[in-house]
């Protein structure tokens, strides 16, 4: 590649930067002492090609913002491409060794527990809806994490006032459950 990096980025990037690097220059200046120090660094001349490849990929791909040490971000950026692939060996070394420990998600709901998720989803948000909008707001809001100076924000009031607004809703809400709990008895 004779051109300069700005002028072929597919992303279009401009300029002071990518514009000043040659890449076949960089390449020449800095590959045979690349592949010696992966080669040395991960004792295999197959995986220190691969970092090698991988780091001028990144440099097309998404270059560094400044262009002053190439050489120093090629040859950090292949030590992370090693380091990540010593991690992915290793996770999948250990997950060989105890596939009782690998993440397993959680077995689909069958057709009748998804019905009741859903009606009772259904209820719940039928039973927020005939709150204040008030009300509505402090329980979302606690429910999401916010805190109670935040929530004092939203809804207009004091800090010290959340708690009591949070602990009245929440009695309106299991009101309400009840009430549609005892009528489906």
């Known amino acids: 590649m004779a051109s300069c990096l700005g002028c072929t980025s597919p992303r279009g990037i401009q300029a002071a930067t990518l514009c000043v690097v040659d890449l076949n220059a960089l390449f020449t200046a800095h590959h ?25 990929l990144r440099l097309v791909r998404q270059p560094p913002a ?3 040490n190439l050489r120093a971000w090629l040859f950090t ?6 380091r990540d692939e010593w991690k992915r060996r290793r996770h999948a070394v250990a997950l060989s060794q105890a596939p ?55 809804v207009g009031t004091t800090t010290g006032s959340v708690g009591t607004m949070i602990a009245r809703a929440l009695r309106k809400l299991a009101n309400e459950l009840a009430q549609v709990a005892g009528t489906l008895s």
């Open 32 to 56: 045979g002492a690349l592949i010696r120090y992966l080669t040395r660094l991960t004792g295999d001349a197959d995986q220190a090609a691969d970092a090698a490849q991988e780091s001028y």
């Open 100 to 154: 009782s420990r690998a993440p397993q998600a959680d077995a689909p709901p069958s057709p009748h527990e998804q019905l009741e998720r859903d009606e009772r989803r259904r209820l719940v948000r039928e039973m927020l809806r005939k709150l204040s909008t008030r009300d509505r707001t402090v329980l979302l809001m606690r429910e999401e994490g916010f805190s109670h100076k935040e929530i004092a924000e939203a």
């Open 66 to 68: 400044r262009a002053d």
């Open 77 to 82: 950026v292949a030590t992370n491409v090693v």
